[in-house]
Structure formats: structure tokens, C-alpha cells
């Protein structure tokens, strides 16, 4: 299994995926805001979302673990 963190603090705004879902290389996965900015996370591969470890609303720090895929 493979930990997804996130690049920037900041908070949640929303998921773009659900538990299950196959992802690919460059799919959005959440959005955060940051600095009045909305930032993408994006997957840098392929797999299945095995957990969402946040959710809307969240504050998140940078290198926080988000998700975890497989």
C-alpha cells in the first residue's frame, strides 16, 4: 500500500474520489485550499483507493498523509 500526502497545508474543500475508485497517473484526487488558492492533489499513479484519511472541512499540514492507495 502506498501513502498519498499532501504537497501544501492548508484545507480541504472536497474529494474528488471515493473509497474503491481506480484511479490513473495525474487524476485529480482533492482539492485544497491554500493562501485563497485552490491547489490540486493530483496521483502521481495508477491503483484503487484503499483509504480516505480526510475529509471537507479538514485542516491538513504539508506531508500529512491523505489517502492510501494500492
Request: charged share 25%; no cysteine; hydrophobic share 40%.
Amino acid at each position: 500500500m502506498k501513502s498519498i500526502e499532501s504537497q501544501v497545508g492548508g484545507q480541504i474543500m472536497r474529494i474528488e474520489v471515493s473509497e474503491g475508485s481506480t484511479i490513473t497517473e495525474g487524476q485529480t484526487l482533492l482539492i485544497v485550499e491554500s493562501m485563497k488558492m485552490e491547489i490540486p492533489l493530483e496521483a502521481d499513479e495508477g491503483g484503487t483507493i484503499k483509504a480516505i484519511l480526510v475529509q471537507p472541512g479538514d485542516a491538513i499540514t504539508e506531508g500529512q498523509i491523505v489517502m492510501e492507495i494500492e
